[in-house]
Every structure is written in structure tokens, then in C-alpha cells.
């Protein structure tokens, strides 16, 4: 019973310092929770690259990939990685993803400069491609 007790106090300590190092790096932030986005409303600095993350919390791919993508944003000085929340296949965001995107699934990622010029959509091959030539124009 003992080590029962000293296990579950381990496990809480651990959230705790989880959730604390969650709390310090701050949550990614959401641009839309279901509503058309002016991508431009939300572009940071005139040399800095945003990518936006079309996802959904009940998105089991979208999920696993961000800390890909975080660690490949973070890889780069001067980028950004932002979400659109499509919540349903009935929305705004979801209907602007696959209509003006041709996004046909989730996550689908969209890059912009800060210039508001876009400079590649599609999946996290795309972002990647984007980035790197980022990189090498600078």
C-alpha cells in the first residue's frame, strides 16, 4: 500500500512540473476557433514567417504533429506557428481551408511572409520546403 501511495504522489509531482513548464512556455496561440481567417490580421514582423496549423482538437495526426513542426519553427529565427481551429467539417475555417487552400484534410498548413505574400500551403513538407528557402534567401 506504501509504495502504492508514494507512486501516485510521483505522478502528481510530475503533472504538476508538466503542466508548470506548459504554463512558462505558453500555449501556441489560435487564430480562429471555427471562424474565416484574414490571415493578414495576424502576420507579425515585415521579415518574419508565420505558419498556420489548420486543426481540430479531436485531429489525432494534427496532435502528433506539432512538436514536429515546433521543433522545426523553432530550427529558424524570425518564424511563427499559429492555429486555426476548423472544430467541424462545417465552418468557416473548415470550408476556407479546402476552398481557397484546396486543403482536403487535417492538419493542413498555410505560410505567409510578413508581407502577407504566401509562400506555401499543403502538409509538413511544404512548411519544411518553405522554410529552408526562407533560410538560404537570408
Known sequence: MKHVVVFVVFVLVVACIVGVVKIANGPLPVVSHGEYVYFGDHLEGPDDIVVFQFTADWCGPCRQIK???????????????????????????????SEEYGGSGIPFFVVYDGQGDELATGHVDAVSRALSQYAQAR
Open 67 to 97: 512538436p514536429h513542426v515546433t521543433k522545426l519553427v523553432n530550427e529558424y529565427d524570425n518564424v511563427h506557428y499559429k492555429f486555426v481551429d476548423v472544430v467541424s467539417w462545417d465552418t468557416a475555417a473548415a470550408n476556407q481551408m
